[in-house]
């Protein structure tokens, strides 16, 4: 667990599911990684967690630069379970707000999403 972590944090990914992380949030250390303005620290909790945000085509090309904590749409958070050796790894899919028609689509969409998400993770864990 801790090793998967240690790697996680060490060398965290730029692109997850094919989907471009935006920052990375790490809560043990307080700190977020935004590729446009470096390392910034945060108060709050500390935990044993690591939020990746991801960006996607939907995205209006606005990063949310000013935002230290965005709303979560598109993003793996990652942390280790506390009662049994193993990591989780939480998948959160989102599209904008769309029509009763359209809505198979867009489930659709956001299925494949998660699951290139999960085979993805899978295969960095090696699972």
């Known amino acids: ?3 998967i972590m ?7 990914p730029i692109e997850l599911g094919g989907l471009a992380v935006r920052r990375t949030r ?3 250390q307080l700190k977020v990684h935004d590729p446009d303005q470096g390392e ?3 108060e709050g909790e500390q935990g044993d967690l690591v939020i ?5 085509a939907e995205s209006t090309g606005k990063k949310d630069s000013e935002l230290l904590f965005p709303p979560l749409g598109n993003a793996v958070a990652a942390r280790p379970s506390g009662t ?3 990591i989780k790894f939480y998948l959160f899919a989102a599209s904008q707000p769309t ?3 359209e809505l198979p689509a867009v489930k659709a969409v956001l299925e494949r999403r998660l699951n290139l998400l999960e085979e993805d993770l899978r295969s960095r864990v090696g699972v």
């Open 1 to 3: 667990m801790q090793e």
């Open 6 to 12: 240690t790697g996680l944090r060490a060398n965290p």
């Open 26 to 28: 790490d809560y043990g």
């Open 40 to 42: 910034l620290s945060f």
């Open 52 to 56: 990746f945000d991801l960006l996607d």
């Open 84 to 86: 049994e050796p193993k």
């Open 99 to 101: 029509s009763p028609e």
